[in-house]
C-alpha cells in the first residue's frame, strides 16, 4: 500500500502502533494481524496492489521484506507514484488481463519500493524465471515457492504443469542451470533458515514446515549449505544477534 499524502496510523502484531504519513509504503501480510486508519484531520490518499507467487516467497524467505519491518519511509516517493500509476492505467485499459506484462508491472512498484533494501543483500537470489518469458518455467517455480511448507517431489510439480519431466528438466537446466529438485531443495532451506533464525519453534516442526521429509534430510542440506547442522546454525545467528544487540548498546 502506498501514501502519497495525509498521514494516520499503523499497527500490526509484530511492529505495535506507528504513525505514518505521506510518501511511505506499507506491506501487509497474510496471517499476521494489522489495522490502520488515516487522521480525521487529514484523511490520506492510498494506492494498494496484491502481489503472490515466487518473487513474493522469495523475498521474504530471504529477509529482503519482513512482517518486522512492514512500513518503509521513501525519501522520494516519485518513482514508486510513476510505476503505479502505469500499472493502473494498464489495469483499468485491459481489467481481464492476466499477463506477464501486469506481472512485470507490478515488480517495478515493488522495486521503487524495496531497491535499497534489496540491493544491500548479498543473498538475494532471484530466479530469471520471474522475468523470463519461459510461462513454463514461472509456473513451475511458483507453484514450488508457494508450496514451500508441503512435501514436494519433482513428480508432483511434473504433474501440476501436466508436462513431460524430461522436457521440464531441459528447460531448467537450459534456462537455470540447475534441477528442478534443486530449486525445491533451495525452496525447503530457505524456509527453513528463517525459521530458525526468526522463531523458537522445535526444529522437529520446522522440519514439516519447510517441507522436508525428514530431519536428516535437512540435517544434510543446511551441512552442505552452511557447514553446521540446523542446531548449530540457530545457534549462531542467536549469538550474533546478541553480539549485535551489545554493540549497539554502546556508547
Not at 206 to 211: E, F, K, N, P
Request: hydrophobic fraction near 40%; proline fraction near 5%.
Amino acid at each position: 500500500m502506498l501514501l502519497s499524502s495525509g498521514r494516520g496510523v499503523f499497527e500490526s502484531k509484530p511492529t505495535r502502533q506507528v504513525k505514518v504519513k505521506g510518501s511511505t509504503a506499507i506491506l501487509l501480510f497474510p496471517d499476521v494481524w494489522h489495522r490502520y486508519a488515516p487522521a480525521k484531520e487529514t484523511g490520506w490518499s492510498e494506492k494498494w496492489v496484491h502481489f503472490n507467487g515466487e518473487l513474493a516467497h522469495r523475498l521474504l524467505e530471504q529477509g529482503v521484506i519482513s512482517p518486522e519491518k512492514p512500513v518503509i519511509p521513501l525519501t522520494d516517493s516519485g518513482p514508486a507514484e510513476r510505476a503505479f500509476q502505469r500499472l493502473l492505467e494498464h489495469v483499468h485499459r485491459a481489467p481481464a488481463e492476466n499477463s506477464l506484462l501486469v506481472s512485470l508491472m507490478a515488480m517495478s512498484v515493488l522495486t521503487a519500493v524495496i531497491g535499497p533494501a534489496g540491493q544491500s543483500s548479498p543473498e538475494l537470489k532471484i530466479s530469471v524465471a520471474s522475468t523470463h518469458t519461459d510461462s513454463v518455467i514461472a509456473t513451475a517455480c511458483d507453484y514450488i515457492w508457494t508450496r514451500s511448507h508441503t512435501i514436494l517431489s519433482v513428480g508432483k510439480v511434473v504433474a501440476a504443469l501436466g508436462i513431460e519431466r524430461r522436457t521440464l528438466e531441459r528447460r531448467f537446466s537450459r534456462k537455470l542451470g540447475h534441477t528442478v529438485l534443486e530449486e525445491i531443495i533451495q525452496c525447503r532451506f530457505r524456509r527453513a533458515e528463517r525459521l530458525l533464525s526468526e522463531t523458537d519453534l522445535p526444529i522437529k516442526t520446522i522440519v514439516t514446515l519447510a517441507g522436508f521429509g525428514s530431519l536428516e534430510n535437512m540435517r544434510q542440506v543446511f551441512v552442505a549449505e552452511t557447514g553446521l547442522s540446523a542446531a548449530d546454525y540457530r545457534k549462531r545467528q542467536q549469538l550474533n544477534r546478541k553480539r549485535a544487540k551489545i554493540l549497539k548498546l554502546k556508547p
